[in-house]
């Protein structure tokens, strides 16, 4: 499920991920494309939005994907995707997925490379625990 732009001309959100993934033309747009199948998997009503569209990154934001709340947003670096959870400190994470911004009071993130494998299940399994904590009307509590 996409959010609807904010006028008709804009792209919708899914499109402008898209664009994202194919403007990677790399191992990075792969990886961001495996990732946000593998979070529609995870959670069929995710709601697909883009955020922080300027002109250093070509106008086409950061994918954000949200379920009553921000779930994370995937950015991408010349070494990494990183996948970073608004309330991943309340987010339990039995396979040790987390391996970035631990330090955090509320965040948490994930480094992807490119030769990494991802744990699917375990990933799956994150953003449905993410969803949880979303859903669940409490506010995170501090790390």
């Not at 747009?29 to 946000?36: F, M, Q, S, W, Y």
């Not at 250093?56 to 934001?61: A, E, F, K, R, V």
């Not at 009071?105 to 949880?132: G, P, Q, S, W, Y």
């Amino acid at each position: 499920m996409t959010k609807n732009s904010t006028s008709p001309e804009d792209p919708a959100p899914s499109e402008l991920i898209d664009q994202t993934i194919k403007a990677l033309g790399d191992w990075r747009g792969e990886t961001l494309a495996r990732l946000r199948a593998l979070i529609r998997q995870a959670d069929p009503d995710v709601v697909e939005e883009v955020k922080w569209r300027k002109p250093s990154n070509s106008m086409l934001g950061v994918p954000v994907w949200e379920h009553d709340g921000m779930i994370c947003t995937g950015e991408t670096y010349k070494a990494a995707v990183k996948l970073t959870f608004a309330k991943g400190a309340s987010v339990a994470d039995p396979s040790g997925l987390f391996n970035s911004s631990l330090d955090g009071n509320t965040r948490r993130a994930i480094d992807f490379h490119k030769d990494d494998v991802i744990d699917e299940e375990a990933f799956k399994a994150l953003i449905r625990a993410a969803v949880a904590v979303n859903t669940s009307g409490k506010k995170p509590k501090k790390a």
